[in-house]
């Protein structure tokens, strides 16, 4: 679908320095949203509230540990004859790629809807319903931020961790392409540990399908707009389920 290129100059970090720089972002960002929470708490570590379904937490931590992460990773990705932008593939898509990629996101979405109440799966999860719930409780202005956090902020930061860093530091010649995709896909699925084993499993599709929109366009930007429109989609049924069908 496009003729960027991704491999040759600039050379990009090796495949273990990738992890290793992608893992200190993340864990530099989560360890300084958890500092926030103990602040905001005013608890320590240790005694700290189970807030794995509170939506104010959650929302906290994403708004607070999104940034710290991507400054590390624009950091790292800084090199001598490249913009970190470039190196991360923060560049426009095309008209077409994105009309393709929304076209295939949604057909995805419709699918594994269904297959989950083929299958008597819930199409909305007890974590999103808690999460919501918790933050339309707390008022409006913490539900919006919830919304700004999932359908805004965690897009641009997961998709530029895994498809803009990770993807870069590892796609270094075309035999790679495969390998990549779905080691990129396998992290981001493992990183939702809020979700059992079959959601997991939907999200290893999604990711598949963001690296690939990734390999085939270049464009970083592309697959934080479709990571966001997954994102918006749950947030719309874990509404309408709240409001509706309780």
């Known amino acids: 679908m496009t003729d960027r290129p991704l491999f040759g100059a ?3 970090w090796g495949r273990f320095a990738s992890f290793g720089l992608a893992f200190i972002a993340l864990l530099s960002g989560q360890m300084a949203g958890l500092m926030a929470l103990t602040w905001w ?3 320590g570590l240790g005694r700290l509230p189970d807030f794995s379904g509170d939506g104010i937490a959650v929302t906290f931590i994403i708004l607070v540990s999104t940034p710290v992460q991507l400054m590390l990773l624009a950091t790292f990705a800084k ?3 490249v913009s970190a932008a470039e190196y991360l593939g923060l560049i426009m898509p ?4 994105l009309v393709f ?3 295939a ?6 699918a594994g809807n269904v297959l989950s109440w083929l299958l008597g799966q819930n199409i909305v999860t007890p974590f999103q319903t808690g999460i919501s719930r918790t933050a339309g409780e707390a008022g409006g202005l913490a539900l919006l931020s919830l919304w700004l956090a999932v359908v805004v902020v965690t897009p641009i930061g997961e998709e530029i961790l895994f498809c803009g860093f990770l993807f870069r530091g590892w796609l270094q010649s075309p035999r790679d392409v495969w390998p990549v995709i779905v080691a990129v896909a396998l992290l981001w699925a493992l990183i939702h540990v809020q979700y059992d084993w079959y959601v997991l499993g939907q999200v290893f599709v999604f990711g598949l399908l963001l690296g690939w929109m990734r390999w085939a366009t270049g ?3 592309l697959t934080i707009v479709l990571h966001a429109m997954i994102n918006l989609e749950g947030m719309i049924e874990t509404f309408v389920a709240l409001k509706w069908l309780t």
């Open 10 to 12: 600039p050379r990009p």
């Open 41 to 43: 708490y005013g608890a």
């Open 79 to 81: 090199r001598a004859s």
């Open 94 to 97: 095309r008209r077409s790629e």
């Open 101 to 103: 990629g929304v076209a």
């Open 105 to 110: 996101t949604a057909a995805l979405i419709i």
């Open 219 to 221: 464009s970083t930007i």
